[in-house]
């Protein structure tokens, strides 16, 4: 009979979850006490355990295993009856959230640090899902900090470790562990979202993609969904094998992250599309041959073409976009007659609007897209959107993209980061924003509209977000939006988000870094981002 131990503990300063979950170095969630002082205080928060079933998973980066071990004997010791991990420890986090909500599970924890770099010296990270498959509200993840800063013990089984690489159901002490293949359900509900016999009858006629798994999560659920059930040619999934530290690379599908895929996208012989998703699978990058396909562009052509695909044959309810997300999806939506929202940044806020059936579609900026299909948004979903797209209107990626532009106007879009900035110099720097008052303010060609820090009301439940970016809105509709991140393990990285809307096709061809250029320099000024940082440029372009 295995023995629960109860083992007494201080709390760690700083368990605070941020954007998407706790993120730390390794070495911090390593050292004793750390995560199980975690793991307990989110037990503690969430209601009577006892009994309920909870699902574990994680991306599969350095420390995956042994975070689960303590998860599994954690729930044991808390009353738990039964605990869905996937095999091997794999879980991405659209599938977690898609097994969640089929099994009706009392939710979920994912073990990721989502796109951060993984390895023992990089990043780890912690997040509970909420039974409706969902990343936890701002409510929950306060309750859990709190707990966190006054805990005195944990409870642990004694117990040793077991086996979490074979199929099957064990005990654990009082525990049932399943151990689950962590494709099977997910492949499962993509076939009957998208229409699979097109897209097989695309790739039959000679049409070629890559898709960049990044030694990721996403590597075994794109095989078998790509590979095996559409018959894409095997090799059409690149670095399809994860690994602990992601081969070394930063797992985060963007133009610098992802450059192996976006070499191969170049030039006349290059596939007729590209993709890539990040380290937990739920981030997506689209392009075409010699085409890049912003984030908020992607969420716009999904949502003018979603009919075209049998789950969302009947049209969308809603479109909810993030804050810093391009305006882009908006003209859809005000095409379509349907309402749009504008939420803080993270995926977490859209989960009452998914709920309410108010909105089908959601995205943000940071390659997330995403329908009511899950609570998380979803890499691979994304891709399988586009590919039913493309294999129903059998035009090239750039054509649909720009007959959109044409159709609706563009909303020229990029996002600048610094990352690894100065934490006091990045505080101060938003302070400074904060400070400004420029409404009636001539800047350049432009006149401000007013300026702000993005609060929001959620319109289902009523809960209030503050200080969610500093917007300052021109009168012609473009905007710049300051940001820090809330994802990053060292430092700050301030984000500096530019939009401006181009009714003219004749303008649509343009680089946005051109056509952006002078609102790029008046974002850089007014944040006196040099001055305060030290920095000349940013570090990633997106
Ligand atoms: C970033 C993105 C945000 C996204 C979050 C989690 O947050 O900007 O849009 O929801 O990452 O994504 P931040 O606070 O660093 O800007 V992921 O793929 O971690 O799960
Ligand atoms: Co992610």
């Not at 904060?434 to 289902?460: E, H, I, M, Q």
């Not at 393990?489 to 096709?505: K, M, N």
Request: aromatic share 8%; proline share 5%.
């Amino acid at each position: 009979m295995a023995i629960v131990k109860t083992v007494a503990t201080t709390p760690f300063s700083g368990q605070k979850p941020g954007t998407s979950g706790l993120r730390k170095k390794v070495a911090v969630f390593a050292q004793p006490h750390y995560l199980e002082n975690f793991v307990q205080a989110v037990f503690d928060s969430i209601g009577e355990v006892t009994g309920k079933t909870l699902v574990v998973g994680g991306d599969g980066r350095h420390h995956n295993r042994a975070a689960i071990q303590t998860i599994l004997k954690m729930a044991a010791a808390a009353g738990f009856a039964r605990v869905m991990v996937g095999k091997g420890g794999i879980l991405s986090t659209p599938a977690a959230s898609c097994v969640i909500r089929k099994y009706r599970t009392f939710g979920g924890i994912i073990l990721s640090a989502s796109h951060n770099p993984g390895g023992p010296t990089e990043d780890f990270g912690i997040k509970y899902n909420i039974p409706a498959g969902g990343p936890a509200p701002e409510a929950v993840t306060e309750a859990i900090f709190t707990r966190s800063q006054g805990i005195g013990e944990y409870r642990i089984l004694d117990a040793g470790d077991i086996d979490i690489d074979t199929v099957g159901s064990r005990p654990l002490g009082p525990l049932l562990v399943e151990v689950f293949d962590p494709v099977a359900d997910y492949a499962e509900l993509m076939e009957r979202l998208f229409d699979f016999a097109a897209i097989r009858a695309l790739f039959a006629s000679g049409f070629r993609m890559k898709f960049d798994a990044m030694h990721a999560v996403t590597g075994p659920y794109a095989r078998e969904i790509l590979e095996c059930r559409l018959g894409a040619p095997a090799g059409t999934v690149m670095n399809g094998v994860p690994l602990e530290d992601f081969g070394g690379g930063h797992p985060d599908p963007n133009l610098v992250h992802a450059h192996d895929l976006v070499e191969a996208m170049k030039g006349a012989g290059a596939p007729d599309f590209g993709a890539a998703s990040d380290g937990d699978g739920d981030r997506n990058m689209i392009l075409g041959r010699d085409f890049y396909v912003t984030p908020s562009d992607s969420l716009a052509v999904l949502a003018a073409n979603a009919t075209l695909c049998p789950g969302y044959a009947k049209g969308l309810a809603g479109i909810a976009r993030s804050m810093p997300t391009s305006a882009a999806a908006d003209r859809v939506a005000a095409k379509l007659n349907i309402p749009a929202f504008e939420t803080p940044t993270g995926w977490k806020f859209f989960g009452t609007l998914l709920d309410a059936g108010k909105v089908t579609l959601c995205g943000e900026e940071s390659f997330g897209t995403g329908s009511d299909h899950v609570r998380e948004k979803d890499g691979l979903w994304a891709v399988l959107m586009w590919l039913n797209v493309l294999a129903r209107r059998r035009e090239s990626v750039a054509a649909i993209v720009s007959a959109h532009w044409r159709e609706f106007g563009r909303n020229v879009y990029s996002r600048h980061d610094y990352e690894g900035v100065d934490a006091k110099a990045a505080d101060g720097l938003m302070e400074h924003l904060r400070g400004l008052s420029l409404k009636g303010v001539r800047l350049g060609a432009y006149t401000v509209a007013f300026n702000d820090d993005f609060a929001y009301t959620d319109p289902v439940d009523g809960s209030v977000s503050t200080r969610q970016g500093i917007r300052v809105v021109f009168e012609d509709g473009s905007r710049v939006v300051f940001r820090l991140s809330g994802t990053g393990t060292e430092g700050a990285t301030l984000r500096v988000y530019i939009e401006r809307y181009e009714p003219d096709p004749t303008r649509h061809g343009l680089d946005p870094q051109v056509a952006l250029a002078d609102l790029i320099a008046i974002a850089r000024d007014l944040a006196e981002i040099e001055a305060r940082t030290g920095r000349k440029q940013p570090t990633v372009i997106t």
